[in-house]
């Protein structure tokens, strides 16, 4: 299968985002926090279940309180303010039977600023449901921007994951962008 905007991953022409996933997010084959800061937007157990459709239906697990859209709005308007760049790329890397991890999809993304989504933001839930690690292994899929300023991954492992990784000042941008757009109960 073959993802929207995905580029050939032995290409010249990538090799600098390629060179830097694996030196510094994934040096050791794991993901690892290469920037100052990281917030967890989303965090709940997979252990006992054979796959994320599983959980979701036999699991009691709370839902992310924010839509793709509206994380996706936080995230430019913490750009905005930072002046920050938004576009860059996708990727997926797996840790088969829990090995070092190797990068086996990566893409282009490109934000939508005029309408606030991000068209590409379903590819990181397909790419972890499509293609798993092997052997109960961890998978990972992300997004980082051109300039690498901010990284967006989502973690399959014994738990399913969602990180925003930054400097002090961006993570701070963010929670205070997530608080005011917290959904409010009256």
């Given at each position: ?49 054979d ?12 839902p ?20 920050i ?8 890397v ?72 930054s ?20």
């Amino acid at each position: 299968m073959t993802y929207l905007n995905e580029l050939d991953i032995n290409s010249k022409k990538e090799n600098s985002i390629i060179e830097w996933l694996y030196k510094k997010p994934f040096k050791d084959g794991y993901l690892d926090n290469c920037f100052t800061n990281e917030i967890v937007l989303y965090d709940t157990s997979l252990e006992h279940y054979d796959s994320i459709i599983e959980a979701l239906i036999h699991g009691n697990h709370k839902p992310l309180e924010y839509k793709p859209s509206k994380l996706t709005n936080i995230i430019f308007k913490v750009c905005d303010k930072l002046n920050i760049g938004t576009d860059g790329y996708w990727f997926n890397v797996n840790c088969h039977d829990n090995e070092k991890g190797c990068i086996e999809r990566i893409g282009k993304v490109q934000f939508d600023s005029k309408n606030g989504i991000l068209n590409d933001i379903f590819i990181l839930y397909d790419v972890l449901e499509q293609n798993p690690a092997k052997q109960g292994g961890t998978s990972y899929s992300g997004i980082v921007n051109n300039s690498k300023d901010w990284l967006l991954t989502i973690e399959r492992g014994p738990n399913l994951t969602i990180r925003i990784h930054s400097s002090l000042k961006f993570c701070n941008e963010m929670k205070e962008q997530l608080l005011l757009a917290k959904p409010k109960l009256y």
